[in-house]
């Protein structure tokens, strides 16, 4: 079975900063491309950042300069936050496309979040 755990959210001071992880565990054949999406409630899921697997980024106008996303290795992708305001709460989620087998389709899959709370 393949699973994205995350982990590294936390309660934060505006101005702080905080690092999420994300590691695909189980068996894949590749994955084309990683992320970190966020929900605040109330609000739609969005996209923060993403990387493919050539590494080119993508990143949220809100978070530009800010935030910052890596691939360790070939499983793992970190979103380094800096400068956090309180806008930035939200649960956030990893995701990622990729295919467990040579002859899949490519698929989406997510992980279950980790809340990010930036608070005085």
């Known amino acids: 079975q393949v699973q994205l755990v995350e982990s590294g959210g936390g309660l934060v001071q505006p101005g702080g900063s905080l690092r999420l992880s994300c590691t695909v565990s189980?068996?894949?054949?590749?994955?084309?491309?990683m992320g970190w999406y966020r929900q605040a409630p109330g609000n739609q899921r969005e996209l923060v950042a993403s990387i493919t697997i050539d590494g080119t980024t993508n990143y949220a106008d809100s978070v530009k300069g800010r935030f910052t996303i890596s691939r360790d290795n070939f499983k793992t992708v970190n979103l380094q936050m800096n400068l956090l305001k309180p806008e930035d709460t939200a649960a956030y989620y990893c995701?990622?496309?990729?295919?467990?087998?040579?002859?899949?389709?490519?698929?989406?899959?997510w992980g279950q979040g980790t809340q990010v709370t930036v608070s005085s």
């Open positions: 995701n990622a496309v990729m295919k467990r087998w040579e002859v899949a389709p490519y698929a989406e899959y």
């Open positions: 189980g068996s894949i054949f590749s994955i084309r491309a």
